[in-house]
């Protein structure tokens, strides 16, 4: 089974400085990964997804993130945070089941805190 | 294009009472979940539709819930009698394929659920 672990619950950060979530995961085939911010009393919304085309993927809102086997991780990656870009970030990994579909696992969340 | 749909966004009943969730997913989507996220931990799958049938059913924690999907589109989740250790948030999330674990899911804005 696949498995992603969030190393950071919480993560502060001012307002114009580099944001770094860090995800590393566990998988036994080439994964599928995906990242997903949900903001207070919104739905989780997709950031960016790895399909195992390009290593560096870029997402919404100046988000990118890099797919590195050897380390498996896929941190994610601002270079300049926005106060609007508080909220909580969930790294997923897709998980094939035994009736041969699909099903998401999440880590736990980071809630990343920006100050201005 | 309309995303999907929880209702109600919010629910508190008492220990012992009956609760039914809906989900609408997205036009055409015939992948339906439900997922779940207890205080403090991390967002679980429950379960997983393929237009009316139930394609996964392995993170139903007990038989006191109950998904339907009566003709493939919209879904309910009823949990009956419901217990303390129910309350949480509620998602249900719709994707127009399942057979590669590299579709993206929509996930809506979830039902909150507290059981006093």
């Known amino acids: 089974a696949q498995s992603v672990t969030q190393l950071d619950s919480h993560v502060s950060v001012s307002e114009g400085t580099p944001v770094l979530l860090r995800c590393n995961y566990s998988?036994?085939?080439?994964?599928?990964l995906f990242w997903y911010v949900q903001h207070p009393n919104k739905g989780l919304q997709l950031l960016l997804k790895?399909?195992?085309?390009?290593?560096l993927v870029k997402g919404i809102n100046g988000f990118e993130a890099e797919f590195k086997k050897s380390e498996t991780s896929f941190h994610l990656t601002k270079p300049s945070a926005h106060m609007s870009d508080a909220a909580e970030y969930f790294c997923?990994?897709?998980?094939?089941?035994?009736?041969?579909?699909?099903?998401?696992?999440f880590g736990t969340g980071t809630r990343l805190k920006v100050l201005a | 294009e309309a995303g999907v749909t929880q209702f109600p966004s919010h629910s508190v009943i008492e220990k012992g009472q009956t609760v039914t969730l809906r989900c609408d997913p997205i036009s055409g989507h015939d992948n339906l979940y439900w997922y779940r996220r207890v205080m403090g931990k991390e967002i679980k799958f429950l379960l997983h539709?393929?237009?009316?049938?139930?394609?996964?059913e392995s993170g139903m924690p007990n038989n006191r819930f109950l998904a339907e999907r009566t003709g493939g589109t919209y879904s309910t989740l009823k949990v009956q009698p419901a217990e303390l250790e129910d309350s949480g948030v509620y998602f249900c999330a719709s994707s127009l394929y399942s057979s590669g674990g590299y579709y993206e899911q929509y996930f809506g804005p979830g039902t909150r659920l507290t059981v006093t």
């Open positions: 998988s036994s085939y080439s994964p599928s």
């Open positions: 539709f393929v237009k009316e049938s139930k394609q996964d």
């Open positions: 790895y399909t195992s085309a390009a290593t």
């Open positions: 997923v990994v897709s998980d094939l089941t035994t009736s041969g579909t699909y099903k998401y696992i």
